[in-house]
T-cell receptor
Framework: NAGVTQTPKFQVLKTGQSMTLQCAQD?????MYWYRQDPGMGLRLIYY???????DKGEVPNGYNVSRLNKREFSLRLESAAPSQTSVYFC????????????FGPGTRLTVL | GESVGLHLPTLSVQEGDNSIINCAYS??????FIWYKQESGKGPQFIID?????DKRQGQRVTVLLNKTVKHLSLQIAATQPGDSAVYFC???????????FGKGTLLTVNP
């Protein structure tokens, strides 16, 4: 039982490049989330998927898109990376949205030059 | 507005001492609270949670106290060990709201 896994662990992009961050969970959770973590800002929600087939915006969705590929997988795409998107990205999952504990992956450290 | 904050950004304790990490929240509608531990280079790790119908909940070496009157949450770690050194976040959730609001974290350093 690996929990929540993320790939890649590290990535360097040039401004304007695109990439997709992958996330998978093996806990049979219905809800999945993408956060970014910046120094002094705490964790901020980018997008979430309450259940397979649905996605919704969080606090900071601009510049990102997501796909809930199936119940296990939830990907985050940067279409045209900007230096302001340099951050550590965490994927999380929970049984359901609301009052359920979210379990986090190990993170992807992204640098945009 | 909504906010989850911390009284102390850093805390340094001696190995074996008890640690107390505090968190204030401003949303009286919040009904679920979680403490996470984040070690350097890793994702947040669930420690313990508490719902608003409780005042206290205990885990292994950890206790969470909830004071709804003053909107205050605390995490107590007994017999703190070097492996407890990490950033600790509190988070709150308003029931049906998807949003988990995180505090900025307290860095706990355990000195041997």
């Amino acid at each position: 039982n690996a929990g929540v896994t993320q790939t890649p662990k590290f990535q360097v992009l040039k401004t304007g490049q695109s990439m997709t961050l992958q996330c998978a969970q093996d806990m049979n959770h219905n809800s999945m989330y993408w956060y970014r973590q910046d120094p002094g800002m705490g964790l901020r929600l980018i997008y979430y998927s309450a259940s397979e087939g649905t996605t919704d915006k969080g606090e900071v969705p601009n510049g990102y898109n997501v796909s809930r590929l199936n119940k296990r997988e939830f990907s985050l795409r940067l279409e045209s990376a900007a230096p302001s998107q340099t951050s550590v990205y965490f994927c999380a999952s929970s049984s359901w949205v609301g009052t359920d504990t979210q379990y986090f992956g190990p993170g992807t450290r992204l640098t945009v030059l | 507005g909504e906010s989850v904050g911390l009284h102390l950004p850093t805390l340094s304790v001696q190995e074996g001492d008890n640690s107390i990490i505090n968190c204030a929240y401003s949303n009286s509608a919040s009904d679920y609270f979680i403490w996470y531990k984040q070690e350097s280079g890793k994702g947040p790790q669930f420690i313990i949670d508490i719902r608003s119908n409780m005042d206290k909940r205990q885990g292994q070496r950890v206790t969470v106290l909830l004071n709804k009157t003053v909107k205050h949450l605390s995490l107590q770690i007994a017999a703190t060990q070097p492996g407890d050194s990490a950033v600790y976040f509190c988070a709150e959730n308003r029931g049906s709201n998807y949003k988990l609001t995180f505090g900025k974290g307290t860095l706990l350093t355990v000195n041997p």
